[in-house]
T-cell receptor, first 113, second 113 residues
Framework: DSGVTQTPKHLITATGQRVTLRCSPR?????VYWYQQSLDQGLQFLIQ???????AKGNILERFSAQQFPDLHSELNLSSLELGDSALYFC????????????FGDGTRLSIL | AQSVTQLDSHVSVSEGTPVLLRCNYS??????LFWYVQHPNKGLQLLLK??????LVKGINGFEAEFKKSETSFHLTKPSAHMSDAAEYFC???????????FGKGTHLIIQP
């Protein structure tokens, strides 16, 4: 058990809709990262928050946004969903910068019908 | 810019024989490198990390990796494969500012009985 909790485990919705994925980091970790895993794109870094502030952006679409709350949990919001957004979305947390290992949750599987 | 290349999409070995999973990196900066394992329907579990200390890194479950700057490689090895090692393995790196990990496309390890 990594200590990172993601909800929900599965999400099925339709094109054009909006969803929110939730992540609770390991106790004490200030950094939260979001990744997307798909068959064609592999594992891609989306965005990082550190202690409530956005710290780094990767290949995140403008339709996607995230935030980290004062209790350090984070939410990833996906809007105007397209079929190609179907993927596994992972949250990871660490206690510091890029040289610290990231601990991954079990992911949210998003299916767009 | 940071990039990570896993040289084999699939590796098949017999139980009890050595495992070698290859990873090359390119980075303008001294990288931090990680190996993760992903079992079906699970998140990524950290096997080991390199962060510019010892070049030979020991991880969990008998895995180890050697950082070779001259070859820009960080190959993962295990002396004797076990059936439970069958999984997807990802090499990832960070460096150059953004703390999100850049991952290779993964290597699917198959263990033959």
């Amino acid at each position: 058990d990594s200590g990172v909790t993601q909800t929900p485990k599965h999400l099925i919705t339709a094109t054009g809709q909006r969803v929110t994925l939730r992540c609770s980091p390991r106790s004490g970790d200030l950094s939260v990262y979001w990744y997307q895993q798909s068959l064609d794109q592999g594992l891609q870094f989306l965005i990082q928050y550190y202690n409530g502030e956005e710290r780094a952006k990767g290949n995140i679409l403008e339709r996607f946004s995230a935030q980290q709350f004062p209790d350090l949990h984070s939410e990833l919001n996906l809007s105007s969903l397209e079929l190609g957004d179907s993927a596994l979305y992972f949250c990871a947390s660490s206690d510091g910068g890029g040289n610290q290992p990231q601990h991954f949750g079990d992911g949210t599987r998003l299916s767009i019908l | 810019a940071q990039s990570v290349t896993q040289l084999d999409s699939h590796v098949s070995v017999s139980e009890g024989t050595p495992v070698l999973l290859r990873c090359n990196y390119s980075s303008s900066y001294s990288p931090s490198l990680f190996w993760y394992v992903q079992h079906p329907n699970k998140g990524l579990q950290l096997l080991l990390k390199y962060t510019s200390a010892a070049t030979l890194v020991k991880g969990i479950n008998g895995f180890e990796a050697e950082f070779k700057k001259s070859e820009t490689s960080f190959h993962l090895t295990k002396p004797s494969a076990h059936m439970s090692d069958a999984a997807e393995y990802f090499c990832g790196g960070s460096g150059g500012g953004a703390d999100g990990l850049t991952f290779g496309k993964g290597t699917h390890l198959i263990i033959q009985p």
